[in-house]
C-alpha cells in the first residue's frame, strides 16, 4: 500500500450487502466482525475510513463504544444503517464526502512521518486515566506527526492506549495514543522506553509537530 492510499474498516456482519459502494481509487475495504478485532487493528494504524453500523456500535459494552469513538473523532466516519433482510444498506452519510475526507486526511498525515531527535519532557497515563491523576514522567527522544519514541524506565507493558501531555506544545492537552511496542531493559544497548503512535492529535499540535520537526532538522 502506497503512501498515497488507506484502509476502510467496515465493521459489519455482512458484507456481501455493500457490493461494490465502498470501492475506492485511493482505499480498499477490510470487513471486520466485531468492535474489539477493529480497536486491535486500528491502534496499528496512522490513518483508516470507518465505515460503522450504528446497531452493532449501539450493542457493543460502553468502553468499546467509548474506544471506537475517540478514533472517529479523527478518522473519517461513514455511518450505515443495513437492512440484511432486504439486502441493502441505508448510507447515514455522503459516501461522497467520506472519500473527501479521507483522500484529504491520507493527505495531511503522511506529508512527514520521518522522525526527528527532539528532549522533550512528557507525562504519561493509563487509558482509563485521563485526567492524568496518576502520570508517569518520560523524555521524547524522537518525534514525527505520526508518534514518537519516550525514553521512559516506567513502561506500561500491560497497556494498548495512554494519555500524553507534551507541555512544550502550544495546544497541550492529552494526546489519546496507542502503544506499538513497550521494554524495560537495555540488554540490545538500547535504551528502555515505549513507541507510540498519536490517535487523537488535533490540527494545530499536528502543525506544531511539524515546526518542531524544521527546528529540530535546522540546527
Known sequence: MSASSSTVFVLTDTP???GNDLDHASSFPVFIKDIKSLLEKLKDVAMAGLVLELPKVMKASRDDRDRLFTYAKTFPVLR???NP?????AYLDARECFFMNLDAAIGKRCRSHNRVLVRLECLFSAEKDPVMSRGVGGTILDISPGG?????SSVM????????????????RPI???????KTDADDGTLPGMGIMFIDLSDDQLENIISL??????R
Request: proline share 4%; with cysteine; net charge neutral.
Open 85 to 89: 433482510r432486504h439486502g441493502f444498506v
Open 80 to 82: 450505515t444503517k443495513p
Open 148 to 152: 514518537c519514541f519516550i525514553n521512559t
Open 16 to 18: 456481501g450487502i455493500y
Open 176 to 182: 489519546f495514543s496507542s502503544v506499538r511496542w513497550a
Open 157 to 172: 507493558k500491560d497497556e494498548s492506549f495512554i494519555h500524553l501531555h507534551i507541555p512544550e506544545l502550544e495546544n497541550s
Open 213 to 218: 520537526q524544521l527546528t529540530a532538522q535546522a
